[in-house]
């Protein structure tokens, strides 16, 4: 009978992200995060009532140690035990003080599954968790189930004494260096750039071996590798990867764009692993705000529910909640708001209903982080991050304030998901978005200001952006924020990929794709134009040459690899495919195409388990979707997208 | 430079305690507990600044992985770095996802030590835990440091087709089975009686091996084992145990008393391990009321405050607080109880200080059970557990409010120490003894009755007994429960030897030595002439033979090795020998001996650091302290007791 590993729900997950986030290394150096990791339950009971339909056997397999209970009567594991045909009850009780405890029970009669189920702390059944990966004994829950691949470097070099090896282009592996004498002092420095490879000194990732002939390197990400103190060494790489089709697509005529689509496709499948990770060279962390973007390219790309599902709950972890999400308050608003998002486009409720009590939890810290104003603020060990940019972070910030009216009202939607009472939520955004207009609007400037308590009435992009993207601004302020902020060159331009993916989708959102267009083959244009086969964390256009890999003080500390910057795939998708969800889980979508600049553009975009085609030029449209719910918007009207047939229009 | 092994504050002790509750096993099986067990913080950042008197060298040892950074320079561990004389910050940043984070500096001119601290959610310092025998970077803080004895069996007899070996008493260590064939299987009972050993379809711990020539079993506790499949084998033990000297000790003219001491202070001593434990052969998990005794009985013992404050971590974990000490509600307060008797013991503050937050929320969660009369009930999961004994338990039950009122006035106490407010405790305590009077004392039968709500009114010892150990009775009422619930015989009887102790506690109190010395030379003389070597877990003196053995349904479930019965260790040393603190820490004590049936008794009580001897016979007193504070209370009369000097009266 089918069965499967299970687990307490979500701890196979937190499992999972700890592993991730406990393999950041610097300069020969194991480097721990600095928030609060909290780890599983180590000891679980696992209950079920299950109809057995003929006598038989049962074997059950632990990730730990304990016993199986049937009908109050105690039996070991991995020993053979006669069921008899009917109701029985089960409880599996089961501790595991190192890894993730977790059960299997092999049988033709009764197997591990969704019928299983634990107790909360109020007695009240929860689901066990399960993974569809996990279906045979020797299945093993904390080994992540990746791909592998051999790859070999496209070229070598003899230079500063060593030899420098390059992969063609940036990826994620287990470097293997064979064929050396075990009597050389082997140095093997990483590089996402070649310069950051040469360079012993600085390089971020490298190591120092000795005392055998062949070497298998921790799972690293690297371009390039430079060697010294063996010339003769064979190196490969064996590539780590989750095997998930890109169901979206785009093509178009300006080949630039094209590349960029598949880069930007290339770095978030990099960063696409047991949870969404950002810096696959250096930190490789599950960061909040990271991946709240992320999600939305994901969708875009190959609507990926289970990275994104894996990651939610890595990023919520367990209780207490007493530190923001990576210690960001944006990032434990973020999460909120991608919450809601993950429904929108997934429509699992089951899993909403399931997270809900840690959703509200972390709003009920951040209440506890409210001023005299209701603004929330930063306490003792709160990080304000908004963005890489200078913003003026005096006292409450107007940007922190914009996210937490979108938490409010994701929670509003949420509780009316689960028919839960929301009015302390709804309150919370229509009071809060008063005060946000009462202190920070500023109608001079015809902005938000980032803080009231400075008096320096600073102005940048970021607050006014989430005001439009949010719907916090009213009609006449947005036209005021477009003119004043989103036009207005005097206002510090956006240099991180990251806020560029909030901008533009600003800007999509006043029907601006010519500006969409513009930056991506600038901006984005830019890092490619530069040799980069990833996006990078950061770019400024003003800088040059290895300048361009410094961060943090270091001159290498930046990542090329950062999913952050993948907003193409989603601005490209949503804006100029103009696909679009309009309820939950697209059960019902919208087509409206945009050629803008374009001399054509063709592609798809991922809808529920299938996906929608658009291709448009100047002469032709072509809309097919090969499932139910969609309607094509185009010149004013609309059409209904019958499953599997082509809606053609020659232009 | 001295140096230990750190880790963050009581994490040492959650680790270990864990690896004690994972160690039951039942009929071949191993089973977890069934309380919620939480872990050790997985990543942890330890702080410094220090001044070093001299350039230097230093070289970390971390069990874990991470860095130090040094000046807010980042190097790794086991390197050597040089430090130059002067002041320096110091941060240890670690990760350990499998065991006990902890780290260790060794150098000529800094040290790993109290010094260094952690910061709390709030910001707040709080010290490194640290244990004065981890101090040599092979030091492993994951090893308990006991110490091994090895020991023979005193008989070997062919019975059954096997070998029944005898080691003369329970014991706790590694069996080892020698000399034997690699191709038999072996069959291993162990028994705490002969009877269980024999009996190798119901002895609770059993062992197959197959395929060795000798072999080292998992520690377990035993005195007979039985081996089928080998007659040749050589058995021995390896002990595991504490070496801990008993500074408490008790001689009198009668031998049965001088056996029932020896045989507590035994149990006692088998059950002091990592944490206190409870049956060493079943489940030797850490139980809180039975600790909650039981650290008395180490006070009157040994005075160990390590392992009493070792247990009150591991009894208490980590936060948050969502489930009662090992699910029973009086745990939860006996834990508030002990923690206030533990500071009245050794006047340590400083862990008074560091505990208090958990303190708090334990008795917040309490709060959260009460009913509109305020009074702690039982909630969904939560065990009222009081006693193996018939209790009404409708509804609110009086020995819990009992323990309710005396964990709020503990509190208060534990405000006052710290100088923190303790209004809300106070109040609690004053309206509940009110509450508690109103619903609960029945003026006819003169009793606290067990539930109001039942409408049984029925008496039983127990709220009785901790009304008056508790001094919440008042003394009318206290005298009417002498008459009317102390010496009434048709009062059920108390049947186990942990209510025993509270009972010959409450008689201790109001002056009855003799029912005291009765009990002891006929309930504890039971078990003795039953052959016990060690005390039970609970004895009913109406039944016979191996029925004795049987609990919970089960032939030999029940515990022959339980602390909760060595209360003669106390009671003898606090009521005859008479030796009991009157400040905190027992700065300042009284000894009022009484002689009773006696002819003569001998004995002393560790006081902090010393401890004092007593001699009393119908003709001579002798006291004497070696330390300062004592009184000696003689016939109405006070005499202060010199240091060192005895203090003699001819009668």
């Not at 050396?180 to 093997?188: A, L, N, Q, S, Y």
């Not at 093509?251 to 960063?271: F, G, P, Q, V």
Request: aromatic share 16%; glycine share 8%; net charge negative.
């Amino acid at each position: 009978m089918k069965s499967y590993w299970i687990w307490n729900w979500g701890d196979w997950e937190v499992f999972h992200t700890n592993l991730v986030n406990s393999r950041r290394e610097q300069y020969g150096m194991d480097y721990p995060p600095f928030w609060k990791m909290y780890d599983v339950d180590r000891n679980v009971t696992f209950f079920a009532e299950k109809e057995i339909a003929a006598d038989g056997e049962l074997k059950m397999y632990l990730n730990g140690k304990g016993y199986i209970k049937i009908d109050g009567i105690m039996y070991p594991d991995r020993k053979m035990i006669k069921v008899k045909k009917g109701k029985h009850s089960f409880q599996i009780h089961l501790m595991n003080l190192k890894g993730l405890p977790s059960a299997y029970i092999e049988s033709e009669v009764i197997g591990t599954d969704g019928e299983w189920f634990t107790l909360d702390s109020m007695g009240k059944r929860v689901q066990v968790g399960f993974d569809e990966r996990y279906t045979a004994p020797e299945s093993d829950p904390e080994k992540f189930p990746f791909s592998y691949e051999t790859v070999f470097p496209v070229s070598a070099e003899n230079r500063n004494g060593g030899v420098l090896y390059d992969f063609g282009k940036e990826l994620f592996g287990f470097l293997y260096v064979e064929n050396v004498d075990p009597k050389c002092k082997i140095h093997i420095s990483y590089g996402e750039s070649r310069e950051e490879a040469l360079d012993t000194d600085f390089s971020v990732v490298r190591e120092d071996v000795f005392g055998k002939s062949a070497y298998r390197l921790r799972q690293r990400a690297f371009r390039y590798i430079f060697i010294t103190g063996s010339e003769k060494a064979r190196l490969l790489a064996e590539l780590e990867y989750q095997k998930i089709e890109n169901i979206g697509s785009f093509r178009c005529d300006n080949e630039d764009i094209n590349k960029i689509w598949d880069m930007c496709a290339y770095t978030l499948k990099l960063n696409m692993r047991e949870v969404l990770t950002e810096a696959v060279k250096r930190d490789r962390w599950l960061w909040g705000g990271d991946a709240y973007q992320a999600f939305r390219f994901i969708k875009y790309l190959c609507a990926d529910k289970e990275t994104t599902r894996r990651s939610l709950i890595g990023l919520r972890s367990k209780e207490p909640f007493c530190e923001h999400i990576n210690t960001i308050t944006d990032y434990s608003l973020f999460w909120v708001i991608g919450l809601l998002e993950y429904y929108e486009n997934y429509g699992d409720a089951d899993f909403i209903r399931a997270i809900y009590p840690r959703a509200v939890t972390l709003m009920n810290f951040c209440k506890e982080r409210e001023d005299e104003n209701g603004f929330i603020r930063a306490r003792s060990g709160d990080w304000i991050f908004i963005d890489w940019s200078d913003i003026d972070k005096t006292g409450a910030l107007c940007a922190e304030q914009m996210l937490y009216i979108a938490a409010n009202k994701a929670m509003c939607e949420i509780c009316g998901i689960l028919g839960k009472d929301k009015t302390e939520y709804s309150e919370k955004a229509v009071k809060l978005t008063e005060s946000v207009n009462d202190f920070f609007w500023n109608s001079e400037k015809g902005a938000y200001i980032d803080s009231f308590e400075s008096g320096k009435n600073n102005v940048t992009r970021h607050a006014n952006i989430f005001a439009i993207l949010y719907d916090i601004a009213d009609k006449k302020q947005r036209g005021e924020i477009v003119k004043h902020v989103l036009y207005n060159d005097g206002i510090t331009k956006i240099t991180t990929p990251y806020f560029k993916g909030y901008e533009l989708d600003a800007m999509g959102k006043i029907g601006d794709t010519d500006y969409i267009y513009d930056m991506i083959t600038s901006y984005w244009k830019g890092m490619l134009d530069l040799g980069a086969t990833t996006v990078w964390e950061e770019y400024n256009p003003e800088i040059s040459g290895a300048a361009h890999y410094a961060m943090y003080g270091d001159k290498y500390q930046k990542s090329l690899c950062h999913a952050w910057g993948a907003s193409p795939i989603y601005l490209l998708g949503r804006y100029f495919l103009g696909v679009y969800g309009t309820d939950r889980g697209y059960k019902a979508f919208k087509v409206c195409p945009t050629l803008g600049r374009f001399k054509f553009i063709e592609g798809a975009v991922p809808v529920r388990d299938g996906k929608v085609y658009v291709y448009l030029s100047a002469k032709r449209l072509c809309v097919r979707s090969d499932v139910e719910g969609g309607v094509l918007l185009w010149k004013g009207k609309e059409y209904k997208l019958p499953c599997g047939e082509s809606v053609e229009f020659n232009l």
